[in-house]
């Protein structure tokens, strides 16, 4: 597995490996990629980390600061995907392990990121990985006829 940042060859797989990905059990807004124009104006090259496996796209991680305040310039928020196919196969928690030090070197102090309360088997990824969960929104999404809670979670980064 090598990682990298994303390159304008990688778009393709990774518009198809986000449509496939994202649902209302893991997303309050599945969002469906209809051209590869759009992606790229929103996730243009180099704006997130690529895993690849034998030339596939086995996942990906992208960073950005929260809150464009230069007093929140030491936070990076993730958002973090792996294809299927790849699952199992430790793509995340390289992921995770490799944006961690790319952000100490650039001065990131926290990391933090939101996941569905429902979605148990990442949150168990995060803890796993060493995230906490620091706040609740109780009740903020309605999704599939249901209220959702969003959690809040983090890493301090030493």
Known sequence: MKIRPSLHQDSQQLMQLNNLIWNV???????????LAAYVER???????????????????RYRSPIPLDSNRHVWELVIGVHPDFQGQKVGSTLLRFVEKEAKKQGIHKLCLRVLATNLSAIHFYERNGY???????DEFFLDGKYVDDLMMYRILN
């Open 132 to 138: 906490r969960e620091q706040g609740r929104l109780v």
């Open 25 to 35: 059990e893991n997303t309050p807004h599945p969002h469906k990629w209809e051209s």
């Open 43 to 61: 996730c243009p090259p180099g704006s997130q980390y690529v895993a690849v496996i034998d030339e596939s796209v086995a996942g990906f991680i």
